[in-house]
């Protein structure tokens, strides 16, 4: 019997009774591989800017990108919960064109809850969609989308104060609805204190052992980005290296004449390649 699909409920229901396993994806293909690997939520994250597309942050991400990227993903994906991104401007204008953004992907992506960044401000856009029928995933902490803000890609709560705000607003997102909220970049005793004080699963990046769960940018985790290596990240293997050396021996060999070998070339049935080389000579082909 089919595996069910996991749903925003059944990872709430999750809260204290086991860990979450929480990777990132962008197309067909990553999808695919974090959905066989048994990931439990699948995050289509508006790091594909970084990623994917070359960007230097996530702020040039759009929703075309987020909706095209998770149309792919979601034909992947069959067991996890897949979540996508809202990305930068997509909800933080205004109520009705949060609802109305994170409808579309919904509607046309095939994502079945949403993701969004910030605290205790956004509680109005997220009851907002959770009246509309979406499920909304919280963000706190390291906001990637208010970088020119915070002066960067900066740890948060690391002072007393910082640490009580990420606090309350934890209680605001979880009070709004979230059925979960991603703690990045935070200090390991705040995001414990946040995951023992919130009713809903806590997913760390950057924030310590505590959390009810853990997320890591998929192309982290294989070494596809050597460029980009954040102090938490653990890589688990470095594909970007036999990548290139195997991509490196094609064109080699492709110059050296070594590709195609005969194991890779098609040949005509004798007969027809007769029946073609005498058409050739007569001028009947």
């Not at 205790?120 to 969609?129: L, Q, S, V, Y």
């Not at 390291?142 to 607003?169: I, N, S, V, Y």
């Not at 209680?171 to 004080?197: D, H, K, M, N």
């Not at 688990?236 to 590709?259: H, I, M, N, Q």
Request: hydrophobic content about 45%; some cysteine; charged content about 20%.
């Amino acid at each position: 019997m089919p595996q069910k699909q996991l749903t925003a409920p059944d990872i709430l229901a999750a809260k204290g009774q086991r860990r979450l396993a929480v990777l990132t994806a962008y197309d067909y293909p990553t999808g695919l591989l974090a959905d066989e690997a048994g990931a439990d939520v699948i995050l289509v994250g508006d790091s594909l800017g970084m990623v994917c597309l070359g960007l230097p942050d996530t702020l040039g991400v759009t929703m075309a990108d987020m909706l095209h990227h998770t149309k792919a993903a979601a034909r992947a994906v069959k067991k996890a919960l897949l979540v996508a991104d809202m990305p930068f401007l997509s909800y933080q204008t205004g109520i009705e064109t949060a609802v109305a953004n994170a409808g579309r992907f919904i509607q046309e992506s095939g994502a079945r809850a949403v993701k969004v960044e910030g605290g205790a401000e956004f509680a109005p856009h997220i009851r907002a969609m959770l009246s509309a029928g979406i499920p909304v995933m919280g963000h706190l902490g390291l906001t990637p989308q208010q970088m020119a803000r915070l002066g960067g890609f900066k740890a948060q709560g690391k002072t007393a104060r910082a640490a009580q705000k990420l606090l309350e607003d934890a209680r605001a997102l979880a009070e709004a609805g979230c059925f979960s909220l991603v703690l990045e970049a935070v200090p390991a005793e705040v995001a414990a204190r946040i995951t023992a004080e919130v009713e809903i699963p806590t997913i760390g990046i950057g924030a310590g052992p505590d959390c009810d769960g853990q997320v890591l940018v998929f192309h982290d985790i294989l070494g596809l980005c050597p460029g980009l290596r954040p102090s938490f990240v653990k890589r688990y293997a470095d594909l970007w290296t036999p990548a290139r050396e195997a991509l490196s021996a094609y064109c080699a060999e492709v110059r050296g004449g070594a590709f195609p070998a005969e194991a890779q070339t098609r040949r005509m049935d004798p007969e027809e390649l007769k029946e073609f080389t005498r058409g050739r000579e007569y001028g009947d082909a």
